[in-house]
């Protein structure tokens, strides 16, 4: 059985915060309508996006769309 999942393109992410001229986690989970150590930990890779991390980073880094900013991640499932 084949299992996907969003996965954040790190550094696309960060790239396009700075050119949208967010200097500061806090400035930009703010713009996203998140905590700052949600916005760090899915960065960090120690949490996945889920709904408003997507949702939040499609609105604050307007004009950037969902292909540029995540990725589909397909893994096969062993037990099968």
Do not use: H, W
């Amino acid at each position: 059985m084949t299992t996907y999942r969003v996965a954040l393109r790190t550094d696309i992410f960060t790239k396009a915060a700075q050119l949208a001229g967010f200097r500061s986690d806090y400035t930009l989970a703010a713009a996203m309508g998140l905590n700052r150590s949600t916005v760090g930990r899915v960065v960090s890779g120690d949490l996945r996006p889920g709904p408003a991390f997507i949702a939040g980073a499609l609105v604050a880094l307007e004009p950037m769309n969902f292909d540029d900013l995540f990725a589909i991640v397909t893994t096969a499932d062993p037990s099968t």
